[in-house]
């Protein structure tokens, strides 16, 4: 058994035992959205917290093809945790900037699992855009940067103990830390379509943030930041539509009609090779991404979005329909991943989105 394989075999296993159906159904009706215990044992037992973080600050120095495995699996089982916004998010964020200060004074906590954070880019779960920020920051009196705005929606901006933001200043698009405690700031969770997964609106009223890296220099390490975690978020969307497939090819095993198994029947069977084939090729795409070189890492990541974005809703949508009226219904987990399909879909850019942009990349210079 390869390593990869030992690291889903583990992540399967722990998920599985600590994020059954019910769990899950329990974690996204709280605020928080979460269970402290589990994430802890996460980075505890498991170390995924600091997987793709050098060791030289407390983490296994892998890469995004071990991260892109726990995502699958942590998608396949719906994990309620803000993980995608700690790791995929804030701690790449802190890594591309090349402030080794900043490195070595967070990352120890975020792979530790003693601190959570997340990421304000656009403040709406958009594409990357540097030209459309929702923060400003400026100097005050005192030499302190203070961040002013609004983000209306942030991933886990309400349990995050650490806010990196994006922020325009004089000197061009620059990042910040800024503390949850910090006087000013203000978070007011929200409901949204998805409540697997909890997001919050942060209002800054001239909060105190540290600089990461140097004013003006952040837009390379968003825009980097972004890609992987388009690439990251697509990965999860599979383990969902493998999840979503295995529900459907089980049900149509068991359901007896008019005396036999609807898996029988040519139109569930034809549906059920299709959802199969879609599952493989935006797994195929996540794959390369998650291998890709740096410089052809933004056309991977919109092939890899816009494959798992187009098979998560087509896979997810057809497991409802192959189990009839119980899938349509709040008690039945099929509903739940239609919801995390549409929201994933639209986050970091939807299909439309990564087509334009892929016209773009790879058309030729004239």
């Known amino acids: 058994m390869s390593e990869l394989e030992e690291l889903r075999e583990a992540v399967r296993d722990f998920l599985d035992a600590k994020s059954p159906s019910e769990t899950?159904?329990?974690?996204?009706?709280?605020e928080a959205g979460f269970d402290g215990a589990v994430w802890t044992q996460m980075a505890e037992q498991?170390?995924?917290?600091?997987?793709?973080?050098?060791?030289t600050w407390g983490g296994a120095g892998a890469g995004t093809v071990e991260l892109a495995v726990v995502f699958e699996e942590m998608g396949r089982a719906l994990l309620c945790a803000p993980f995608f916004s700690t790791v995929a998010l804030a701690a790449t964020a802190i890594l591309s900037s090349g402030d080794s200060a900043a490195s070595a004074?967070?990352?120890?906590?975020?792979?530790?699992?003693?601190?959570?954070?997340?990421?304000?880019m656009n403040g709406r779960l958009n594409p990357w855009d540097a030209t459309d920020l929702q923060l400003t920051a400026h100097r005050a009196g005192d030499g302190a940067y203070r961040v002013c705005g609004e983000a209306p929606l942030v991933?886990?901006?309400?349990?995050?103990?650490?806010?990196?933001?994006?922020?325009?200043?004089?000197?061009?698009?620059?990042?910040?830390?800024?503390?949850r405690e910090a006087e000013g700031l203000t978070a007011d969770p929200l409901t949204t379509l998805d409540q697997t997964r909890k997001t919050a609106r942060l209002t800054f009223d001239h909060v105190e943030g540290?600089?990461?890296?140097?004013?003006?220099?952040?837009?390379?390490?968003?825009?980097?930041?972004?890609?992987?975690?388009?690439?990251?978020?697509?990965?999860?969307?599979?383990g969902a539509a493998q999840r979503c497939l295995d529900m459907a090819v089980d049900y149509a095993k068991g359901r007896i009609q008019f005396g036999r198994a609807i898996g029988s029947f040519q139109a569930i069977k034809h549906r059920c090779a299709d959802m199969?084939?879609?599952?493989?090729?935006?797994?195929?795409?996540?794959?390369?991404?998650?291998?890709?070189?740096?410089?052809e890492l933004p056309v991977a990541a919109s092939v890899a979005k816009l494959a798992a974005s187009e098979t998560l809703?087509?896979?997810?949508?057809?497991?409802?329909?192959?189990?009839?009226?119980?899938?349509?219904?709040?008690?039945?987990?099929?509903?739940?991943?239609?919801?995390?399909?549409?929201?994933?879909?639209?986050?970091?850019?939807?299909?439309?989105?990564?087509?334009?942009?892929?016209?773009r990349l790879v058309a030729p210079s004239r």
């Open 155 to 179: 991933l886990d901006g309400h349990t995050a103990d650490l806010i990196l933001a994006a922020a325009r200043t004089d000197a061009g698009v620059s990042l910040f830390a800024v503390a």
């Open 24 to 30: 899950v159904r329990r974690l996204m009706a709280t």
């Open 105 to 120: 004074e967070f990352l120890p906590k975020l792979a530790d699992g003693t601190t959570r954070a997340t990421v304000i």
């Open 276 to 295: 199969l084939v879609m599952v493989e090729g935006a797994r195929s795409a996540v794959v390369h991404a998650a291998t890709t070189a740096a410089d």
């Open 313 to 359: 809703l087509h896979v997810a949508v057809d497991n409802m329909r192959i189990h009839g009226g119980i899938g349509f219904t709040w008690e039945h987990d099929a509903h739940l991943y239609v919801r995390r399909a549409k929201s994933t879909e639209l986050a970091f850019g939807g299909p439309d989105y990564h087509a334009e942009r892929l016209a």
């Open 210 to 238: 540290r600089l990461i890296g140097h004013g003006g220099g952040a837009e390379s390490g968003l825009a980097r930041t972004s890609d992987i975690a388009t690439v990251l978020l697509a990965a999860e969307q599979v």
């Open 46 to 55: 498991l170390g995924l917290h600091g997987i793709a973080i050098p060791d």
